[in-house]
């Protein structure tokens, strides 16, 4: 039995390193590949307005304990040092009005240090942005996430039979992505289970009929929604883009626990959905089992949006949770962000600095040196989504 | 592309401003919304019943392994530090044999800065203490909590129907609140799944039934458990009440597998229960999914109470981690202790330990300066509770 | 109210004390509960073999990200580093084919500091060394865990009904003991799921009957694999040896979200398990699940193997929050390694690292002083093994 053992590799948990990363990424325009688009400008903002871009939440009860969360508390902060002003509501709201509002969102997108912007428009509450809007006001170069659950409803009306629905879906996913879209997007997660299983082909069709007799036809219910998300991942394979799939935390519309992306196992055993690259969005705090499935299957990638900003710190832990079964070659950068700059701006702020505790830790503990972490974050921010979108 | 990134106002995770925060919260006599009664004294104190009280097992063989448990250690540690003998199992006996028992009980209660109990009578082992003889046993302010099931069950012999048995429920429990008590406990985790989901009457008619026949009756099952429990959640919405549910780890008695907070969903989504004030007690390991909940939810509070202390260091992490989405103003203090005075102490100097470690940490990252962490643990220590119960 | 609160005897999160604990463990052999069996050598190793062996996965698409993953390129630096050569996968494979097998292979082995191995031969993929050359192979005590599903489809050719099979599965559960077999492993994670639930018999007689027509019969299914397990665990219960159930993480095989260790409850509430002990393998990402059921009952014990070193620094921080609720007299060191040298020398070094790094904590929190760091340690590398196994 030898009896020596060598203490001297093993390192110390660090943040020592995340200056240096920081400054080295700082010249790395990332791929944010999961947003959605900004309001239209000038826009009047209200403290409460701002409150509710930092929560997933839509009760007005929440909103007053938004400002006793750590994500706003940061947020406030962050703008106030950008802006040389007071890390105060009013200081901000006070900054905000009196600037010019193109002027001041710019500035607030350009130092999110985002290169290229993948918009999910499917999420568009009064007042948002177009698509050549969005183009025109901000000088980003941009491309579109078609969202499967809206295009989908607009195909109801004019479709009879679900299968004639869902061949009409196969037909306008392909049509988008000739158009121009670079992958597709899932929330199935809101309205239905994420525990994927087949379907009764009569329970399908009769959800179908029940769906079209309503006036306001808004799919829900696992024996519509499984079928078309089974449907979007076959087209995904053949047309060679990415299938986005909200898991993990969403608003109140979701049931949590039943948004695992443990779930999703159907799309990764059967043969009909080879070659599908599958990202699982948000994943918190699923994000163990994320990394789990990106560790075992080749087309799997992850990334922590949402989670980044809102969790805040534990956002960043759960970032560095999920560097343990993950390769940082499936870990993507997304804000996840919408609606207005500031939510872009602390997204990216917050994401940005996850990623280098995280990989200033690997540093520190010998697992990677320094040059090597920079890289690797290169990867996370924009390379790895250059590898799988066809951009 | 602005190519400047401004890290100084990035902190680190630190420890630096745990005395600090200790100390500023030492004048706060803490609201201690949820513990159960002491056993009467003397009492004859063995190493197996010490042993038991940091510990929710029953099983004889597992006290063998609670001296190897970080709980238990630092138990050890703390009680020879405050009475200033050896830190071993002996010498803690040995010293508590010799101290007036009255005394003793008083000085570990007075030291753990507790200025409020709110009590749980419905776990009474036999030795317990009623509430007028807890009253006068200790100078510090108690009011009650009343127990769901334990109520429930004393209705059971009087009750034919299952429907009158609910409407004495209600009838009882708004006498309780007329009488004083502050709040309503529910261990339906204990009883059943937590996965709440309407039952079929005919069901829960049958079930009631095979329950009345029984000599020792015993509320369980999700038939009997669910239904109880609505309608308690609907009493407590009317009378402005909190329900306090038991969430996470417990005793062998519960499924851990069902015990997931996020089971409550249809709580949060029924209009009948609108203005409910849901306090989710333990939590642990579902504690992210909790502080999610508290994270959309206005009416929805959390603590971390019996995971601090019984899982040690790993209690004082999932407080940092609910810290992540849950709002500290949704954040309760509360031991869950219950009879030996050992443990409200230990219990307390855990939980304000890992108040400090997650707040100091906050500090460190830039998210509070010193004085808005001060504030934000107070809140946790009393002021969140005193907003919420009726006291 | 007394308004001091020492906070002298609190202490911080610190790895100060890991190399004295490497050090003072270093003259510990330990007790690997839980391996597989080398491949014969000379084996001409490619890049493609060694990245096979840091991952769970069979997908050739994911080798190509096993680079990027945080236990492999610590993998390639250890190796580096204690052959004096460059930490790049070129390197290695030079210095490996330029050594002798047996020599290099050897070296390793004993830098595991491993003094006994507890082996699993029901995974032999081709080339594997049998029990008698394994032996003869390395200069370290072993003794064989017989797998549970190997050993009862080797039955089923025999065996026309399904109650037959089960009584020679105990039958040769019983003879495996006798010749020497120190414990039974069960693999029922990767054949159904561990959720463990009554069968209806007639559903298990007419899957028997399905398996035995089948040309080449592979147990899997409730229906199946609870009656086997719940057998197996009566016969270790009265044969007084150790069943291992693999819970958590796997391959692809398994379904992650149907093999918590939460699942196996009935295992410890029916009597007619009493006294079986029951090690939890891997556990991750449900290790806080598993720590809480080594807390309640007496019976239960733990590892991370797996997790250490797949998940790199995510394993120790899961160690770190396993000893929140476990028994460091419950928990066991493993390696789960398999195949090459290589693997066993790396999961050495990491778990040794992990408890370091994870009792160096709770010696910095006051937890314990270091020479109760130290023989806590201890007994999870080999004395905890040495009490619960037939040794």
């Known amino acids: 039995m030898i009896r020596t053992w060598s203490t001297t590799h093993i390192g110390s948990a660090s ?30 903002l209200e403290a409460a307005d701002l409150r509710a871009c930092f929560t997933e939440s839509r009760d007005p009860a929440q909103l007053e304990h938004v400002p006793q969360t750590a994500v706003y508390r940061t947020a406030l902060r962050r703008l106030a040092l ?30 999110s240090l985002t290169g290229l912007l993948l918009l999910d428009f499917g999420y568009a509450p009064p007042g948002t942005m177009t698509l050549a809007e969005h183009r ?19 195909l109801i009306e004019r479709c009879r039979r679900v299968d004639t629905w869902l061949d009409a879906v196969r037909t306008e996913l392909e049509a988008a992505v000739r158009q121009g ?29 029940r769906l079209r007799r309503s006036p306001r036809p808004r799919l829900a219910g696992d024996e519509l929604c499984h079928p078309l998300l089974m449907v ?40 009909r959905f080879d070659g599908l690259r599958l990202v699982l969005l948000h994943c918190y705090p699923y994000h163990r089992e994320a990394a789990y499935l990106c560790s075992l299957h080749g087309g799997v990638f992850m990334d922590l949006s949402l989670a980044i900003p809102l969790a805040a710190a534990d956002g960043a832990r759960a970032l560095a949770e999920a560097l343990g079964m993950c390769p940082w070659s499936k870990l993507l950068y997304a ?32 697992v990677l040196d320094l040059e090597e972490a ?9 390379g790895n989504a250059r590898r799988i979108y066809p951009l």
Chains 1, 2, 3 share one sequence.
């Open 374 to 382: 920079v890289e690797a974050g290169r990867q996370v921010l924009g």
């Open 181 to 209: 879209a670079v992958g597709v997007k899932t929330i199935a997660a809101y309205r239905a289970s994420l525990r994927l299983a087949p379907q009764a082909p009569a329970a399908t069709r009769d959800a179908y009929a």
């Open 232 to 271: 979007a991942a076959e087209e995904c394979a053949r047309l060679g883009v990415p299938l986005q799939v909200h898991c993990g935390i969403g608003d109140a519309d979701e049931d949590l626990g039943q948004a695992s992306p443990l779930g999703l196992r159907p799309l990764l055993l059967d043969g």
């Open 15 to 44: 943040d020592r390193h995340v200056p240096t990363l920081l400054a080295a990424w700082a010249g790395e325009a990332a791929v944010d590949h999961h947003c959605h688009p900004l309001l239209r400008w000038p826009l009047a």
């Open 82 to 111: 950008a802006f040389g002003c007071q890390p105060s509501e009013p200081s901000i709201l006070t900054l905000r009005r009196m600037s010019e509002p193109g002027q001041y969102t710019r500035e607030l997108i350009q130092r």
């Open 335 to 366: 804000s996840d962000a919408s609606r207005l700059p500031e939510l872009y701006f602390i997204a990216a702020h917050l994401h940005r600095e996850a990623l280098a505790v995280a990989f200033s830790d690997l540093v520190g503990r010998g």
């Open 136 to 154: 025109q006001a901000l000088p980003v170069p941009q491309r579109e996430v078609v969202r499967l659950e809206t295009l989908a409803e607009g």
